[in-house]
């Protein structure tokens, strides 16, 4: 097994030799690589996928608590929000410009229509009803 300091030195001259790319690029052998040489023809692990979904997540919230009423909602409609802006990116929620002003409004009931009239719920199908759903009646939805 490698020792401490063996693992140390790897992981200085590996960050070196790399280098940290952000975005996924074809290496000179056309697999694709991310980070410091990460082969993703391997996949990731469901470890890895949950650790990237909570800094996506923490990211998320991040940018929904920048927006003052957004604290002002209950649990249960940040959850709906938080799990929507996560889904769409911060760019794509925050074109939907009508659904954020009739949320800052506590109009909740035009908050939903207005989720359910836009192209994400074509997309997404349920999990635009489930969360409309939420943000509308401020509880939870039972899942089938």
């Known amino acids: 097994m490698a020792s401490d300091v063996a693992k140390m030195l790897s992981w200085d001259m590996i960050r070196r030799h790399e280098g940290f790319v952000a975005k996924p690029y074809q290496d000179s052998l056309g697999n694709w690589t991310i980070g410091y040489g990460r082969n993703l023809n391997n996949g990731i692990s469901e470890a890895e996928a949950s650790m ?3 800094h996506d ?11 003052p009423w957004y604290s002002r909602l209950s649990n249960i409609r940040q959850a709906a929000l938080i799990d929507m802006a996560y889904n769409l990116g911060d760019t794509g929620f925050l074109r939907f410009t009508k659904t954020i002003l009739a949320l800052k409004l506590g109009n909740y009931k035009t908050a939903a229509e207005e989720m359910l009239r836009s192209t994400w719920h ?8 489930e969360i409309a759903y939420m943000i509308e009646h401020d509880k939870i939805k039972e899942v089938t």
């Open 122 to 129: 074509k997309q997404v199908g349920e999990r635009a009803k």
């Open 57 to 67: 997540i923490e990211h998320t919230i991040r940018m929904l608590d920048s927006m």
């Open 52 to 54: 990237l979904a909570k």
